[in-house]
């Protein structure tokens, strides 16, 4: 099993255990941010502006 997914396993463990185990692994929000960044980068690909506002909420 690859690193990562001891670290989802070690993590889903230590909740089922009431505790809250040190994780290192991107959370849903960090996706969320990725795909706002990967959505502005491509809509600056396809504009003529030199800069294209970027905003994670």
Same mark, same amino acid.
């Given at each position: 099993? $690859?690193?990562?997914?001891?670290e @989802?396993?070690?993590a889903?463990?230590?909740?089922?255990?009431? /505790?809250?185990? *040190?994780?290192d692994? $991107?959370?849903?929000?960090?996706? @969320?941010?990725?795909?706002?960044?990967?959505e502005?980068?491509? /809509?600056?690909? *396809?504009?003529?502006?030199?800069w294209?506002?970027?905003?994670a909420n």
């Amino acid at each position: 099993m $690859p690193a990562k997914h001891l670290e @989802v396993v070690t993590a889903i463990r230590a909740r089922i255990e009431g /505790k809250r185990g *040190k994780c290192d692994f $991107p959370t849903v929000e960090d996706g @969320v941010i990725g795909m706002a960044f990967i959505e502005t980068a491509v /809509k600056s690909a *396809k504009s003529k502006a030199k800069w294209t506002k970027f905003v994670a909420n």
